[in-house]
């Protein structure tokens, strides 16, 4: 069973960066297609952005498109979320999640790690 650690989240300003990493404990990290979702207060969990096994492929919800960037390290068992120019409507707990098969919108991710927060303040 894979697990994952999440960090990197906490408070910025509208505009700014933040990345965030997931670090995974399978050794064959490379076997798992890994993506980014959200959930923000009173709201359903959402899809962000994810990729595949070798990071080939990446695929991102249309809110996020051409701000964030997923990336992974399979060197490191590491996954990426470059977050940029961030607004007020990204606030949310963020998770990272594994599967076999590619992540997207429709698709429940097998393993999830805990959460980070995420704050943009305006």
């Known amino acids: 069973q894979v697990q994952l650690v999440e960090y990197g989240g906490g408070l910025v300003l509208a505009g700014g960066s933040l990345r965030l990493s997931c670090a995974a404990s399978e050794r064959t990290f490379s076997s798992y297609a890994m993506g980014w979702f959200r959930q923000a207060p009173g709201k359903e969990r959402e899809f962000v952005a994810s990729?595949?096994?070798?990071?080939?492929?990446?695929y991102y919800a249309e809110s996020v498109k051409g701000r964030f960037t997923i990336s992974r390290d399979n060197a490191s068992n590491t996954v990426y979320l470059q977050m940029n120019s961030l607004k007020p409507e990204d606030t949310a707990v963020y998770y990272c999640?594994?599967?076999?098969?590619?992540?997207?919108?429709?698709?429940?991710?097998?393993?999830w790690g805990q959460g980070t927060q995420v704050t943009v303040s305006s």
């Open positions: 990729i595949s096994w070798k990071g080939g492929m990446t």
């Open positions: 999640a594994a599967d076999h098969g590619l992540l997207h919108p429709g698709r429940k991710p097998d393993y």
